[in-house]
């Protein structure tokens, strides 16, 4: 290892004493996967990122859907939601040019903008992720409904172009949504396994759209809920349960096809190879929930905890029986669990993406604000997220033990090209 | 208050690193020496440190445009401190009067003068906390200046017991004009005095901590704006042929500052801080942060 890291080091003129750091990152990235099989080979070479010129660690920005999606989910987010404040639609293209320029050099673990020996400027980047590897950072951009129409004026011209199925997400039973942490006109999700390569990333693309965009909301997650490759673990969510394991897995590049990228012959035709992201921002009462039993919390999930085998099974990766039921007659599944409620209806399958957050201590409450960023890609959102949230909205047990305070819904138009730019393919056809 | 110590930093900062070209160990111990907190002890020190460290010639290669801006910038300090001698001696013969109502009303247009030129006045003497400390930035039996008055108008609705601060402040400010006259600028102090009049709103006023009892604070946001373009119209021509673009953008986003501030002025004035909601904050913080980043790169005017 140490004599193909000498060899790289000189191969790359230019670049800096960062490198020691990356290949140093990247071992520890090594060291994570686990797993085997055909689909861990493809999620290792994604992981060390040999796709980008070599840069280990560094994950392609450019290519034919957006980074962020199908990458085996890196450990930490930040998500971000913009309000733009210029009416000039070139301006946002030239916002979306500028971000996708930083974009694609900060995935390679690159400062955004020139090195300047002026001491009287401010430096181009931030800085503070110089010594950091570039860390599996993606940065998938999304466009929100009010981008096409806001209050209804057809602000950029965009109106004809609008998907129809990003019509919001209707408001469900129990809602406790804070505009202050909803919707948006675009939105950024950085993901890295370093916070503050992914910080770094939100914050520098933030600085950039000063006097063009502001920052509507952002959030934090911690730890992943979900894996989005089978050459990861299922990890747990603060509940304490694994959370994810009949997620679709990107080496199923069919379901992939069926259920998240958006096809020829759907509408519109620019957002061929994109998808939609439903963004949930779930606070878990966490105090309630620690007082329960671990019989109600398993009835609850409809999952054993530890094992995460579904009630009545072994392992967690046996099939839910839902026809099931126990000595008393009932289902061993119960009808309100959250499992089996997620699971009534397969064309409502989604790709799970989304990440535990804390905010710290609720100072109303002096309880814990903690919970699931919830994140899901889908093909059609109105078809798949929309009733399947709908029906856990309303009959969900473990609606008793949680908050939604905030979503967002955005289309995620396909990845850019080299020479281009994301989003080139809406705004070059208005 | 805060003025005082983190600009007393920059000026370490920016001076030491064009001065002599200090390595970055070198600066990092020069801004040890100013505590970054806000007590009196550490006031003292922050100051004497600046005026020490821009004692090293600035390492700028000086142009006629940039001495004219130097000097229309030092002529703007100085016309701030005439006028805020004779607007401060409104405020304080309406205390040592007994007149509440008017001391209220001179209260704001008086301090519009201070905080104008805040940054540069902030560093002249020792006068920064005797005039414009809040309760708690020195000790309760050292608490003097505009915003002990200001206490006693408001809460208590009355003059009483404050005509010697009324003096004291009035001596103060006279002795600022004083210093004033003496002041020595370098271009970079246009520089980072234009930012950190911006500064001075983003990490203060837009809170409403600077006029807790009298809600004016949005006469002192509007004040910083117009100090920051005053810094920014001296340095104008260097930059106009160096960088047009630059020029235009700024000046766009000094005008979209002053149309967001707009909708709150009231007569002569600017309605209670209190009727600002929060969202309407939010625009006005992030209004100023816009027109940071580009007013951040008039540093180019000083590149040889």
């Known amino acids: 290892m140490s004599k193909k890291k000498a060899g790289y080091f000189e191969d790359r003129k230019g670049i800096s004493r960062r490198e020691l750091f990356r290949l140093a990152g990247a071992t520890g990235a090594g060291l994570a996967i686990g797993g085997g099989g055909v689909g861990a080979a493809v999620a290792a070479r994604d992981i060390l990122g040999a796709g980008t010129g070599g840069i280990v660690g560094a994950i392609p920005f450019f290519g034919r859907n957006q980074a962020g999606i199908t990458t085996p989910q890196q450990d930490r987010l930040v998500f971000a939601a913009f309000d733009l404040t210029t009416d000039n639609v070139s301006k946002v293209r030239d916002l979306l040019r500028e971000w996708t320029t930083a974009a694609a050099l900060m995935s390679e673990g690159r400062p955004v903008g020139e090195e300047s020996e002026n001491v009287y400027l401010p430096p181009d980047d931030t800085g503070e992720a110089l010594d950091l590897s570039p860390a599996r950072l993606t940065l998938t951009f999304g466009f929100g409904p009010t981008l096409f129409e806001q209050d209804g004026s057809d602000r950029f011209g965009l109106a004809v172009q609008r998907p129809a199925t990003l019509a919001g997400i209707p408001s469900m039973p129990g809602d406790s949504l804070e505009p202050e942490r909803s919707d948006g006109d675009l939105c950024v999700q950085a993901c890295a396994d370093d916070p503050q390569v992914a910080f770094h990333a939100i914050r520098n693309l933030t600085r950039i759209a000063r006097g063009t965009a502001t920052m509507r909301w952002s959030q934090i997650g911690f730890g992943r809920t979900s894996s989005t490759s089978r050459a990861q673990e299922t990890p747990r969510n603060l509940m304490g349960f694994k959370d994810g394991t009949n997620n679709i897995k990107a080496e199923y590049e069919d379901l992939m096809d069926q259920h998240v990228w958006v096809q020829t012959g759907d509408e519109p035709a620019w957002m061929r190879d994109g998808t939609y992201v439903a963004a949930r921002r779930i606070r878990m009462l966490i105090e309630v929930w620690d007082r329960s039993s671990l019989n109600d919390q398993e009835q609850t999930i409809g999952r054993h905890r530890t094992s995460g085998a579904p009630i009545g099974g072994e392992d967690e990766f046996d099939p839910i029986d839902l026809e099931a039921s126990g000595s008393d007659g009932k289902p061993l599944v119960p009808t309100d669990s959250h499992v089996r409620l997620s699971r009534e209806n397969p064309d409502e399958q989604i790709l799970r993406r989304g990440y535990s957050f804390t905010d710290g201590m609720d100072p109303k409450r002096g309880q814990l604000d903690a919970g699931l960023f919830f994140i899901s890609f889908q093909r059609d959102p109105q078809k798949q997220f929309v009733p399947l949230q709908r029906r856990l909205a309303e009959n969900d047990a473990l609606n008793e033990y949680i908050l939604h305070t905030g979503s967002a819904l955005f289309a995620i138009p396909p990845g850019a090209r080299e020479d281009g730019y994301v989003g080139e393919t809406l705004f070059e056809s208005a | ?304």
């Open chain 2, 1 to 304: 208050m805060r003025a005082a110590l983190s600009l007393a930093t920059i000026f370490v900062l920016t001076l030491g690193a064009a001065g002599c070209g200090q390595g970055p160990e070198a600066e990092k111990e020069d801004t040890g020496t100013t505590e970054e907190t806000s007590g009196s002890a550490s006031s003292g020190s922050a100051s004497a440190s600046a005026s020490q460290a821009a004692v090293p010639e600035a390492d700028i290669q000086s142009t006629p445009e940039l001495e004219a801006a130097v000097d229309e910038y030092r002529a703007y300090v100085v016309g701030e401190t005439d006028q805020l001698v004779e607007e401060t001696a409104l405020f304080t013969g309406a205390v040592l009067a007994g007149n509440v109502e008017e001391a209220k009303e001179t209260y704001a247009p008086a301090r519009v003068h201070w905080e104008r030129i805040e940054p540069i006045a902030a560093t002249l003497g020792d006068l920064d906390p005797n005039i414009d400390a809040r309760e708690g930035d020195v000790p309760d039996d050292e608490w003097r200046g505009f915003h002990r008055i200001e206490q006693a108008l408001w809460v208590e609705n009355t003059t009483e017991d404050q005509e010697e601060y009324a003096r004291q402040l009035q001596a103060d400010i006279e002795q600022l004009q004083a210093e004033a006259q003496n002041l020595e600028l370098q271009p970079a102090d246009l520089v980072t005095g234009s930012i950190e009049l911006l500064n001075e709103v983003s990490a203060g006023k837009i809170t409403g901590e600077e006029e807790r009892y009298s809600r004016t604070d949005l006469f002192d946001i509007q004040a910083n704006v117009e100090g920051s373009e005053a810094a920014f119209e001296a340095l104008r021509p260097s930059l106009e042929q160096s960088d047009p673009e630059l020029v235009a953008e700024i000046e766009e986003r000094f005008g979209a500052v002053y149309e967001t501030l707009e909708p709150y002025r009231e007569g002569d004035g600017w309605v209670p801080y209190t009727d600002v909601t929060e969202e309407q904050r939010r625009q006005i913080s992030q209004s100023i942060d816009a027109l940071g980043e580009p007013l951040s790169r008039v540093g180019q005017a000083l590149e040889a």
